[in-house]
Nanobody
């Protein structure tokens, strides 16, 4: 599955937007389902969204549905998470996960290093 790197995190006010990227160095990245998870301070890692290898099927957590959009550009070996209408409760470290399926972290095989998202009220 190679190496991949998350980017795009930062500090934003409530109601604002951020776009996270998960970029891979190998084209084999395009053969895998990709997910975003997040881990709020002091809490367990939780599922945010996932996308199939072809990009045709997506799944979202209820807490982000209608606000976040997961997409992928296989020509760029990159998966994106567009986050709109951000809330303070979206504050977390966001992780890209590769090669699994489902909402359980244990169902995913390879993880990125994470990127911090902080939403101020």
């Amino acid at each position: 599955q190679g190496q991949f790197v998350e980017s795009g995190g930062g500090l934003v006010q409530a109601g604002g937007s951020l776009r996270l990227s998960c970029a891979a160095s190998e084209r084999t990245f395009n053969s895998y389902n990709i997910a975003w998870f997040r881990q709020p301070p002091g809490k367990e890692r939780e599922f945010v969204a996932s996308i199939t290898m072809g990009g045709y099927n997506t799944v979202y957590a209820d807490s982000v549905k209608g606000r976040f959009t997961i997409s992928r550009d296989n020509a760029k070996n990159t998966v994106y998470l567009q986050m709109n209408s951000l809330k303070p409760e979206d504050t977390a470290v966001y992780y890209c996960a590769v090669g699994g399926w489902g909402v359980a972290p244990s169902a995913w095989h390879v993880w990125g290093q994470g990127t911090q998202v902080t939403v101020s009220s």
